[in-house]
């Protein structure tokens, strides 16, 4: 079955500080992978679509300078938080989507994300 | 347009029973309906999808029910198990004229007791 590899699983990070997701597809070719945030209780937020080579796509309301996308494979995609803040603390998720959409919408197991 | 409704928001089961989940949406060019399970601190994970050309899919013990003319879609999971005590997404897609992109309901919390 498809298989997406998010790392690392959690971080903590002082305020101020970068922080880095990754997101892998391991066993198919992502043409296109999705960034989520999701809040304690709710539902996943899309933040942002990115293709293969291509600029990302942010969802209204995103500040794409803070939240640095870069899917530069087919099967890596990176989620940079740039000059995190506490409030920036979150559960992020990548999904990922072969071309054809054969196997749907695979989604890796989340990165968990405290800025102190 | 782009909302997915979902109910409940929790949802209390005895262990044996059927666990029914409902979604409902406005846009009709939503194309594909899946069903996602998510454990604390895990990603979601597939559980079953259906398109709107067929009204029943039905996969072990998940069965989605869906009805184009009402736009609404339903999770049952027959003989529910403590193990599937989780939070259940259901959402929608748009299809490539969407950019792909998936719509999200709110989550149903539910808890299979004993």
């Known amino acids: 079955g498809a298989v997406v590899s998010q790392h690392p699983s959690w971080v903590i990070c002082k305020s101020g500080t970068s922080v880095k997701i990754e997101c892998r597809s391991l066993d198919f070719q992502a043409t296109t992978m999705f960034w989520y945030r999701q809040f304690p209780k709710q539902s996943l937020m899309l933040m942002a679509t990115s293709n293969e080579g291509s600029k990302a796509t942010y969802e209204q309301g995103v500040e794409k300078d803070k939240f640095l996308i870069n899917h530069a494979s087919l099967t890596l995609s990176t989620l940079t938080v740039t000059s995190a803040h506490p409030e920036d603390s979150s559960f992020y998720i990548c999904?990922?989507?072969?071309?054809?959409?054969?196997?749907?919408?695979?989604f890796g197991s989340g990165t968990r994300l405290t800025v102190v | 347009q782009q909302q997915v409704k979902q109910s409940p928001q929790s949802l209390i089961v005895q262990k044996g029973g059927i666990s029914i989940i409902n979604c409902a949406y406005e846009?009709?060019?939503?194309?594909?309906f899946p069903w996602y399970q998510q454990f604390p601190g895990k990603g979601p994970a597939l559980l079953i999808a259906?398109?709107?050309?067929?009204s029943e899919k039905k996969e072990g013990r998940f069965t989605i029910s869906f009805n184009k003319s009402a736009k609404q879609f339903s999770l049952h999971i027959m003989d529910s198990q403590p193990g599937d005590s989780a939070t259940y997404f259901c959402a929608a897609n748009l299809g490539a004229g969407g950019g792909n992109k998936l719509t999200f309901g709110t989550g149903t919390q539910l808890k299979v007791e004993l």
């Open positions: 259906i398109r709107p050309d067929v």
């Open positions: 999904s990922a989507r072969d071309r054809q959409g054969a196997r749907g919408y695979t």
């Open positions: 846009n009709t060019a939503f194309d594909y």
